[in-house]
């Protein structure tokens, strides 16, 4: 069971009627924001043939999938339409698996089965809205923790603040598995992209070659 929202993904990086594959400890999940700019987050697994359905694509506010057509709507995940048999009515129970999903503070959480989140809090809004980019992390996730505290203090289970004299930002954690992680950093308008990216991938530098802690 999911204890905590989890950010999975910052919102810039999904466009209406866009399908992205991601993988959120262990679970694989399809990531698609409709043509009105509903995100959801589903397994990704069609329950006809187990097609992926991140191959599909966006149709309104449905998701189709690429195998035999059939379509999904973003309200549950309930099928609407079999192309195979189109005057057959469709059985109300035949859904994609759906997980909690919401936008907070420009990234996207997931949040678990939809029925586990009822008292999930959200973390606290930040004033960090200007993307800097996302890097992925190889190693364990205990010591990938461990790191982004030395570099930074750790406000909620996947968030820390960095600041120092020369950069002011947010950084993101997403578990994908026990050795692999996504960081994605938020931060001010007034501090440099290319400095912001440059030290973020001198963090992941020191994760993965594990490094003795250097803030320059």
């Known amino acids: 069971m999911i204890q905590q929202w989890i950010p999975i993904l910052p919102s810039v990086l999904l466009e209406p009627k866009e399908v992205i594959q991601a993988f959120v400890q262990d ?25 992926r359905l991140s191959l599909g694509e966006v149709h309104g506010e449905s998701l189709i999938c690429a195998y035999h057509g059939w379509q999904f709507s973003a309200d549950h995940g309930q099928c609407q339409r079999i192309p195979a048999q189109p005057t057959q009515r469709v059985p109300s129970t035949l859904c994609s698996t759906t997980y909690a999903v919401a936008e907070h503070d420009g990234m996207i959480w997931f949040g678990g089965h939809s029925h586990e989140n009822q008292s999930l809090d959200m973390p606290q809004s930040s004033s960090y809205h200007h993307y800097a980019g996302s890097v992925h992390l190889q190693g364990d996730l205990t010591d990938i923790q461990q790191v982004l505290s030395a570099w930074g203090t750790q406000i909620a289970p996947w968030q820390w603040q960095l600041t120092q004299a020369d950069l002011d930002a947010m950084l993101w954690l997403t578990p994908i598995q026990q050795d692999q992680a996504m960081l994605h950093m938020m931060k001010h308008s007034s501090h440099s992209l290319a400095d912001a990216f440059h030290r973020l991938q001198k963090i992941r530098d020191q994760i993965e070659n594990k490094q003795e802690i250097s803030y320059v």
């Open 27 to 51: 679970i694989e999940v399809v990531i698609w924001r409709s043509e009105q700019g509903r995100v959801q987050i589903w397994e990704n697994r069609c329950p006809h043939r187990s097609v």
